[in-house]
Nanobody, 125 residues
Framework: VQLAESGGGLVHTGGSLRLSCVAS????????MAWFRQAPQKEREFVAT????????DYADSVKGRFTISRDNAKETIYLQMNSLKPEDTADYYC???????????????????WGQGTQVTVSS
C-alpha cells in the first residue's frame, strides 16, 4: 500500500486545515488507519485512529474535541479535519495503515505497516 498525504500548510492560531491521505496499490477498506505527527526535535506521537468501518475513532487527549478523523473507503482516502489549531500542533503529519483486518485500531505506531511521506502543518501564533 502506498499512502500520500496532502493538505498541510501555514495557518494562524485558531485556523483550520483538512488533511487527506490517499491510498494506492491495495485497498485499505479493511484496514485500521491512523494519523501520527512529529514535531521538530520530538518523538512521533499518536494523533487519531479509525477502524475499518468507521465504527470507532480514538484521539490523543491533546487534540480531542478539535480534530476529527474520517474515511471514505470508496475513495481509498482518510481525512483529518483540524480545527482551532494551536502553535503546538505544528508538526509533520503522517497517515499509516495496518495491513490486517481487526475490529480495533491501535494507537501504537509500531503495528502500522505502511506510512506516507508526511505533510507539514505550521501554526503561527
Amino acid at each position: 500500500v502506498q499512502l500520500a498525504e496532502s493538505g498541510g500548510g501555514l495557518v494562524h492560531t485558531g485556523g483550520s486545515l483538512r488533511l487527506s491521505c490517499v491510498a494506492s496499490g491495495h485497498t485499505i477498506s479493511d484496514y485500521p488507519m491512523a494519523w501520527f505527527r512529529q514535531a521538530p526535535q520530538k518523538e512521533r506521537e499518536f494523533v487519531a485512529t479509525i477502524t475499518w468501518n468507521s465504527g470507532r475513532t480514538d484521539y490523543a487527549d491533546s487534540v480531542k474535541g478539535r480534530f476529527t478523523i474520517s474515511r471514505d473507503n470508496a475513495k481509498e482516502t482518510i481525512y483529518l479535519q483540524m480545527n482551532s489549531l494551536k502553535p503546538e500542533d505544528t508538526a509533520d503529519y503522517y497517515c499509516a495503515a495496518e495491513h490486517t483486518w481487526r475490529s480495533e485500531a491501535s494507537t501504537n505506531q509500531y503495528v502500522y505497516d505502511s506510512w506516507g511521506q508526511g505533510t507539514q502543518v505550521t501554526v503561527s501564533s
